[in-house]
């Protein structure tokens, strides 16, 4: 049952891979790129058993391979190894879905809105070629072009191959756990200036795509670990927060892990001296505990207040830096730039407003910085492909809560919660960033929308409920010695 799904799929895309080259319509630097990424997605899939495996390996390469790292050859940026193997996670659930391999619900909400995504993009893509794009422009939307497929492969994959309960929640707890041991990197590159985690991961076969900048604020050496940037770095440290949290209250083994996982992604991110990290926070942590008792609440805040003190303690000043980026927003240079940037959007969606001026082709060297998602999407993808960015968060919402409503198990429902939280909180980083442009919080958030709509799969027939949290409180009370 699972073991075909990989196996089939695999021979399907590795074929593709193998005969194409042989045909001679592609020249001898593409037949060499194609070569090579079959034989990586080759070794992957042959040793995958299921989709889980899969994700999972995605999961890896995400955060243990800085982002800015590729494969050496032709591919460029579009050979980042976590990108590939999103991209063959689209080729196995295409395979899987032609020969039958996967039950996949009719209509669900999740892919509908996935596909809808990408065709809002393929829209977009096409407005771009009417008009003159500058070289910047034309090579920006090529590229992002794979980055879409790449989205459309992980939440499809996730949504449709997962299948069952063990699976999701083994998946999740592989990315609590990855997503820790990167926060411990972060804090290893913090504390040890000498560690220098991305020139310890340039291996053999690897070349960057970019410039590998340092950061620093206020006196204060901004920490990224595999993440391109240290704003990337905070807010998926803090977007995984709510899943840790789910895993240490619930899980009945090994819980110290998840536990550590925890005390790792806390402690990271205010290293990382990022407020939009902060606000990623918050609402993850508050969506979530939302779902507890006033006792499990009250628990959580003592706790809080405990670590921010220990903190404090641990690393002097850094604490009050931060409290001084929300104080003096005001009249932070950084905001006030961009703010003033936002007047030249209307000029710029003149005869635009509906499909935008094209996926990809706000290129910051030829524009200006737009840290928001949600506008940079409406230039690019016109009001079309800002309504199915925005419903892609509200759908994913809508499932993952659908989740808790609908299940009487107060453990799923407590994941359903946690999916939520995260989903909410990377909703609203996309307000402080132009999150899609980044790999890690980009995937995460497909991949969390994709996990919860398989979980929204098994209970979609059971009816909606209206019962209180109290199970999910009561254990957080006996966790930490009521």
């Given amino acids: 049952m699972v073991v075909p799904l990989s196996l089939a799929a695999g021979a399907i895309t590795l074929g593709s891979f193998a005969v194409l080259p042989l045909t001679g319509l592609l020249p001898g630097g593409a037949t060499a790129a194609l070569l090579v990424l079959g034989l990586l997605f080759g070794l992957l899939v042959l040793s995958a058993r299921d989709a889980c495996s899969v994700l999972t390996w995605l999961v890896v390469l995400l955060f243990l391979v800085p982002q800015p790292f590729v494969l050496v050859g032709p591919l460029k940026s579009v050979g980042n190894p976590a990108g590939l193997v999103a991209l063959g996670a689209l080729a196995i659930w295409a395979a899987s879905r032609v020969l039958g391999l996967i039950e996949a619900p009719e209509l669900h909400p999740v892919r509908w809105t996935l596909l809808g995504f990408s065709v809002a993009a393929l829209a977009s893509y096409g407005a771009g070629l009417t008009r003159d794009l500058t070289a910047g422009e034309a090579a920006s939307m090529d590229r992002v072009v794979f980055q879409h497929l790449a989205l459309l492969g992980i939440g499809l994959l996730a949504v449709d191959g997962l299948g069952s309960r063990e699976r999701i929640t083994t998946l999740l707890q592989r990315l609590v756990m990855v997503g820790g041991l990167a926060a411990f990197i972060g804090i290893l590159e913090f504390v040890f200036s000498a560690f220098d985690f991305r020139s310890m991961m340039l291996l053999p076969g690897l070349t960057t795509s970019a410039e590998l900048d340092s950061y620093s604020r206020s006196g204060f050496d901004r920490i990224a670990a595999g993440a391109s940037h240290p704003i990337e770095f905070s807010v998926v440290t803090a977007a995984l927060v709510p899943l840790a949290m789910h895993f240490t209250i619930h899980e009945q083994s090994g819980r110290w892990k998840y536990w550590l996982a925890l005390l790792a992604l806390l402690s990271a991110l205010p290293l990382s001296v990022?407020?939009?990290?902060?606000?990623?926070?918050?609402?993850?942590?508050?969506?979530?505990?939302?779902?507890?008792?006033?006792?499990?609440?009250?628990?959580?805040?003592?706790?809080?207040?405990?670590?921010?003190?220990?903190?404090?303690?641990?690393?002097?000043?850094?604490?009050?830096?931060?409290?001084?980026?929300?104080?003096?927003a005001d009249t932070d240079p950084s905001i006030s730039g961009r703010t003033e940037d936002y007047a030249a959007i209307p000029g710029l969606m003149q005869d635009h407003w509906l499909i935008g001026r094209g996926t990809g082709t706000f290129v910051p060297d030829v524009y200006f910085f737009l840290d928001n998602q949600y506008l940079a999407t409406l230039l690019q993808g016109g009001l079309v492909g800002l309504v199915v960015f925005v419903a892609l968060h509200l759908i994913g919402l809508g499932v993952a809560r659908g989740v808790r409503r609908r299940s009487t198990d107060p453990e799923l429902r407590s994941l359903g919660q946690a999916l939520a939280a995260t989903i909410a909180s990377l909703g609203v980083a996309s307000f402080f960033y132009d999150s899609i442009s980044f790999r890690q919080s980009a995937f995460l958030l497909v991949l969390a929308i994709g996990c919860a709509g398989a979980l929204w799969t098994l209970v979609r027939d059971e009816p909606k409920r209206h019962h209180r949290d109290a199970p999910t409180g009561a254990r957080l009370d006996h966790q930490i010695g009521r």
Avoid: D, Q
């Fill in 274 to 328: 990022s407020r939009s990290g902060f606000l990623t926070l918050a609402v993850g942590v508050a969506f979530y505990v939302a779902a507890l008792t006033n006792r499990g609440r009250l628990n959580v805040l003592v706790l809080g207040v405990i670590g921010l003190g220990v903190f404090r303690a641990v690393v002097p000043g850094l604490l009050g830096t931060v409290r001084g980026l929300f104080l003096n």
